[in-house]
């Protein structure tokens, strides 16, 4: 393993992570009494869902967190599996809403209100956390077996095998999705598929309100601007490439040719901004005595800096997706980059000229 | 050409395997299969360094260096001046990407 994920996933013994439990850990050996065991349901209310919605939306990210701790759904005996979730509402909600007429535990870890694949990567879903929590919560008094049930994106913070040896807790990788869990309950293990990411329209199209939201400030000084200097022309063309990088790409991003996200990326924006650009060229509209040179240099802006901006966007979206290497995102990053700041520098080399010839004029 | 996920840094010693399949159960890209003595590295451009089958390996016959691919955490932790590779940056901070 890495250098840099061993501080963050706490695998070896002398990580930092470590040291920070080692006081909790020391706690628990004193005499103390376990948590209580909360309870409980498979329903979704409807304000959960609002909440869930919000959760989405990017409002208030911070507080869409579930208590840490052990929680029974249903009616759970000494035997029942035990399952363990983050405590982000969409994790643990996804989790108990699957689990409709099981009875069973839920371990609640505490990943800061993260979910837990996002978790795991940083690895506060991690062993430590884990072993942490079995013994903070008492779990070997609440049932007979020793096995833990882990959603398997659990698994790039955890070691199976150290778990086991630090808590006593066979660790078992569920499937990657809650959804699968009523089928893998029954035999205990899971098919190919259950073990496969996807990145489905659906799943593309739920993270575009944050995508939205994070371009949202930029977007709208831009178009501000561009509607003081330009008209409303200028403002819809920002509102545009806006639209074009945080929905539109998401939405069509296996079927934009090529591999690289920049690549498809310039791909989009060159088409989007093309018309635009056309329809520049051959007509002038800041103001009615523009040259046709002045008309070409619109046109290039007009094409040079939503392509570079849409590009850029695209890049930014590799690490909301299911399968981007860190390897392959750093040479996009030095590859295309460079390239996009150019075009976007040229555009805007193209509008300060255009600015300064019209202004020779007036 | 356009492709810049061929390569990556996950390294697969078959002759440490122990054919315990865990590798096989926590990869979310089915980048190895069962094999007759040992597991297979089946799809190795799929891999998408999250380290999981590395961190499961009992006996370290798969290495990575696992990170998260995002561009927005390493612009943001380049332009900050910081490493590039540190996960300090990435997901859920300060409103991070994901």
């Given at each position: ?5 061993d501080?963050?996933?706490?695998c ?22 376990p948590?209580?065991?909360s309870?409980?349901?498979s ?5 959960e869902?609002f ?44 989790l ?23 978790a795991a ?6 062993t ?30 955890v ?17 990657v ?6 089928q ?38 831009a ?60 007509t ?16 290039l ?6 392509t570079?901006?849409v ?5 930014n ?13 750093k ?5 295309y980059?460079?390239?996009m700041a ?21 | ?7 990556n840094t ?7 395997c122990?054919?315990?399949?865990m ?33 499961n ?8 260096e696992?990170g ?6 390493m ?12 996960d ?11």
């Open positions: 393993m890495s250098k840099n994920r501080t963050g996933s706490c070896s013994s002398d990580s930092e992570m470590n040291t920070a439990n080692f006081i909790p850990m020391a706690d628990l050996d004193k005499k103390r009494s948590p209580e065991i309870e409980t349901t329903v979704i209310t409807s304000s869902r909440g869930h919605f919000l959760a989405r939306c990017g409002v208030k990210r911070e507080e869409h967190i579930v208590s840490p701790g052990i929680y029974k759904l249903g009616n759970p005996t000494s035997d029942s599996p035990v399952l363990v979730s983050a405590n982000y509402t969409l994790s643990f909600d996804a108990r809403s699957s689990l409709a007429g099981i009875d069973c535990y839920i371990l609640v870890i505490d990943t800061k209100g993260i979910n837990v694949w996002c990567g940083k690895g506060t879903f991690g430590d956390e884990i072993v942490y929590r079995i013994r903070w919560s008492g779990l070997d008094k609440i049932v007979k077996h020793r096995n833990i049930i882990l959603p398997q994106l659990g698994a790039p913070g070691s199976a095998y150290d778990v086991k040896r630090m808590s006593g807790f066979k660790v078992e990788y569920g499937p999705r809650a959804e699968d869990l009523q893998y309950l029954k035999t205990h293990t899971a098919t190919a598929e259950m073990r496969r990411v996807r990145f489905t329209f659906k799943d593309r199209l739920v993270l575009t309100p944050v995508e939205l939201v994070h371009v949202i400030k930029p977007t709208l000084i178009a501000i601007v561009l509607y003081l200097l330009a008209g409303p022309f200028g403002a819809f063309i920002v509102v545009v490439t806006a639209f074009a990088g945080t929905i539109l790409f998401p939405a069509l991003l296996p079927f934009i040719p090529t591999h690289d996200f920049s690549t498809k990326g310039l791909i989009l924006g060159g088409i989007v901004s093309l018309p635009f650009a056309v329809f520049l060229a051959t002038s509209t800041i103001s009615s005595a523009m040259s046709p040179l002045e008309n070409v240099l619109t046109a802006a007009t094409f040079l800096i939503p570079a901006v590009a850029y966007i695209a890049l979206f590799t690490g909301c997706t299911t399968y981007t290497s860190r390897a392959g995102v040479k996009e990053i030095f590859r980059v460079p390239f150019f075009m976007g520098g040229m555009g805007l080399l193209f509008l300060i000229i255009l600015g300064i010839s019209l202004l020779e004029v007036i | 050409m356009f492709d810049s996920y061929i390569e996950l390294q697969y010693y078959p002759e440490k122990i054919n315990c399949l590798c096989i159960q926590v990869c979310p890209h089915v980048v190895f299969t069962e094999g007759k003595e040992h597991v297979e590295l089946k799809k190795p451009a799929s891999c998408m360094e999250c380290g999981a089958c590395a961190g390996c009992p006996v370290q016959a798969i290495e990575v696992s998260v691919g995002c561009a927005w955490a612009i943001r932790a380049a332009l900050r001046g910081e490493d590039m590779d540190s300090a940056s990435c997901c859920g901070e300060d409103g991070g990407c994901c």
